[in-house]
């Protein structure tokens, strides 16, 4: 199951767990039924972790097109987005919760085969995990759900880390000296407050997300008089 996955874009976090599922797995028939229940949860993390890449270098390339800067310029932008560390922090989260949700998954396989049970009745035992029912501590589905959303959330979260650092570094090539935070539709009061309070020197202007709050749509402009 483990040498069936296609591997070629997983990121080095997930091939190192996926090396450590593998030597497991050849213990005992327990230990491979937990590699095999880790390597499923962790194909989907890699699944979700791809996708917050790929949506951060789209909207960092976007923001880049619509900043107008010369091509000098345009490359020196191109490298924050493409900075490592931008995916530090979120990344070892990310790997960190893919880490607990097997640990729990795994459990649930452990208990019913160290008393004894047969296959089929392992299978009965898991079809409740497929369904959602609202209870994120003990069923896997609706962990998963947990999971999406969580991948949601850092899908806006860090496409407005990138955009803003990219906003920013593009307006100071520019000359702006003075920006205003203009509030997405329906923001939220610490939002508003943080725009009434601008204009803001561009060097002391908030940092979105980071002075506001994960999931920001928020954005800096140009201050115009």
């Known amino acids: 199951a483990i040498r069936q996955l296609d591997t070629h874009d997983w990121p080095e976090e997930a091939k190192k767990r996926l090396t450590g599922l593998a030597k497991d797995a050849g213990i005992n028939v327990h230990h491979m039924m937990n590699a095999i229940v880790g390597a499923g949860v962790l194909a989907y993390f890699?699944?979700?972790?791809?996708?917050?890449?790929?949506?951060?270098?789209?909207?960092?390339?976007?923001?880049?097109?619509?900043a107008q800067v010369k091509p000098r310029q345009a490359n020196r932008l191109v490298s924050i987005v493409t900075d490592p560390e931008?995916?530090?922090?979120?990344?070892?989260?990310?790997?960190?919760d893919s880490d607990q949700f097997t640990r729990d998954l795994q459990s649930v396989v452990s208990k019913h085969i160290r008393h004894g049970t047969s296959v089929d009745d392992l299978v009965k035992t898991l079809i409740p995990h497929s369904k959602a029912l609202e209870k994120p501590n003990i069923n896997a589905a609706d962990r998963l759900a947990v999971a999406k959303r969580n991948a949601e959330r850092l899908i806006v979260t860090e496409s407005s880390r990138v955009t803003d650092r990219v906003n920013t570094a593009a307006m100071k090539m520019q000359g702006v000296l003075m920006v205003d935070v203009v509030n997405e539709p329906g923001a939220c009061k610490k939002c508003v407050g943080i725009a009434e309070a601008g204009p803001y020197p561009i060097d002391d202007a908030p940092s979105i997300p980071d002075d506001t709050h994960p999931n920001c749509r928020c954005i800096k402009v140009e201050h115009r008089v």
Do not use: C, M, P
């Open 46 to 66: 890699v699944h979700e972790h791809n996708l917050v890449q790929r949506r951060v270098q789209v909207d960092g390339a976007t923001e880049i097109a619509r």
């Open 86 to 96: 931008n995916a530090t922090k979120w990344s070892t989260n990310h790997w960190e």
